[in-house]
């Protein structure tokens, strides 16, 4: 696989439910839709923004056939088909490519916690199928900590495109980089600007789900040279970034959605709304920004263009 097969801002894309606690496909599609029409550079469905342990085998195929129907090879579209059983694994990815999927999202094995070979016997399985994988590293979540040798060696396996790394410090991407030239993807929008520095090709990002313009408007200039543009960029959206994840993801996101009108906040048990000063906070952070008021890039550029580097970062080309 080419070393940039993706780059740039992955949304790690929520799944919206109605009241009654069902799929809101409706939602799901126009998220889908507008996403494909800005520009984000690859859409992941189910991963843990998207609520997967709450998803049923047969609601997840139809988020990922529904993502396929919309996307139409406007956007890639990435599964996140990882679970602890590595047969259920394997057979969500060979479902999810039937489905015309472009790639898969493989969280290390939680709860379980096996050792570094049971790990690597995992992905080998998986690897098997021929899906592009991104190998999701996340130790806060998954209860498992791995050494970046074994994470390299997890990513030398055939179809393994990149790491998702999500371990909330700067130094495993550093570690990682000694033993793999693999592309790493920034899983912490509060860091993304720092592990982008540390050679990280993109973020899969929460707050693209409400900035997919300005999001990969970061990244983007970032990849075109102009850092100092893309810290600026990282740093006005900084509060924000951090006020979403003041409780569990995606209790802070969904509601910021919601605020926009873009879905219900709505989540499966044992997930719950924000407490009333999140939201606060939240809708605060949202309101500094003027995300509230009308469209916003337009209103970002006027108030950042001082300390850009060429006028062409504005494009989405």
């Excluded at 550079?41 to 843990?48: F, K, L």
């Excluded at 394997?90 to 489905?99: I, P, S």
Aim: with cysteine.
């Amino acid at each position: 696989m080419p070393e940039s097969y993706f780059k740039g801002s992955l949304v790690a894309l929520v799944t919206p439910f109605q009241g009654n606690g069902e799929l809101d496909l409706l939602a799901f599609k126009n998220l889908v839709d507008w996403h494909a029409e800005i520009g984000t550079d690859a859409i992941v469905c189910c991963g843990t923004t998207g609520e997967n342990p709450t998803l049923t085998p047969e609601e997840q195929l139809l988020i990922f056939r529904t993502a396929v129907d919309v996307a139409r090879k406007r956007v890639p579209i990435i599964a996140g088909t990882g679970t602890y059983d590595t047969l259920r694994s394997v057979e969500e990815t060979e479902k999810a490519k039937a489905l015309g999927v472009d790639g898969c999202l493989v969280v290390v094995p939680y709860y379980n916690r096996p050792t570094p070979e049971g790990v690597l016997a995992h992905f080998k399985a998986l690897s098997s199928v021929g899906l592009p994988m991104i190998v999701y590293y996340h130790p806060a979540r998954t209860g498992l900590t791995l050494s970046a040798k074994i994470l390299a060696d997890v990513c030398q396996l055939p179809s393994v495109v990149g790491l998702k790394e999500a371990s909330g410090t700067l130094e495993m991407i550093s570690e990682f980089k000694q033993y793999s030239s693999l592309p790493v993807f920034a899983g912490d929008d509060t860091l993304a600007y720092a592990l982008m520095e540390q050679g990280a090709i993109g973020v899969i990002s929460i707050v693209a789900n409400i900035i997919p313009r300005e999001w990969k408007l970061f990244t983007q200039s970032f990849l075109k040279g102009e850092q100092e543009y893309a810290r600026t960029i990282s740093d006005y959206f900084h509060p924000l970034c951090e006020s979403l994840v003041v409780e569990t993801n995606p209790q802070g996101i969904k509601h910021a959605l919601s605020l926009m009108k873009r879905c219900q906040p709505y989540l499966r048990l044992p997930l719950v709304q924000p407490r009333p000063e999140t939201k606060s906070l939240i809708e605060k952070r949202m309101r500094e920004l003027q995300l509230l008021e009308r469209s916003f890039l337009d209103l970002f550029i006027d108030k950042t263009k001082s300390a850009s580097c060429q006028t062409s970062s504005f494009s989405d080309d």
